[in-house]
Nanobody, 117 residues
Framework: QVQFVESGGGLAQSGGSLTLSCAASGSSFSIGAMGWYRQAPGKQRELVAT???????NYADSVKGRFTISRDNAKNMVFLRMNSLKPEDTAVYYCNVDSRVSAFYSWGQGTQVAVSS
């Protein structure tokens, strides 16, 4: 059973930066395309960014140019560098597989990001 553990969230000011980390464990198979997702209060979960195992990335329009997704395949980790944070980035952030490629595994607890105006 694949498990994900997210970390690195916190409180930031508008214009600030945070780096989120995702550790994957529990599977003997390597994981393919991964994504970061977020869910703001009262809103549905949305896709933020994806990255293939080979490093090809894609971003939601709302974060393009501000966020950078990366991965370390040897460590089974995925990262999200968030720059120029905005209050609308406030959400719980989760990592999981890219659902366009693979079915979701169980969701982790996520990590909270709060951006003050």
């Amino acid at each position: 059973q694949v498990q994900f553990v997210e970390s690195g969230g916190g409180l930031a000011q508008s214009g600030g930066s945070l780096t989120l980390s995702c550790a994957a464990s529990g599977s003997s198979f390597s994981i393919g395309a991964m994504g970061w997702y977020r869910q703001a209060p009262g809103k549905q979960r949305e896709l933020v960014a994806t990255i293939t195992r080979g490093g090809v990335t894609n971003y939601a329009d709302s974060v393009k140019g501000r966020f950078t997704i990366s991965r370390d395949n040897a460590k089974n980790m995925v990262f999200l560098r968030m720059n120029s944070l905005k209050p609308e980035d406030t959400a719980v952030y989760y990592c999981n597989v890219d659902s366009r490629v693979s079915a979701f595994y169980s969701w982790g607890q996520g990590t909270q990001v709060a951006v003050s105006s």
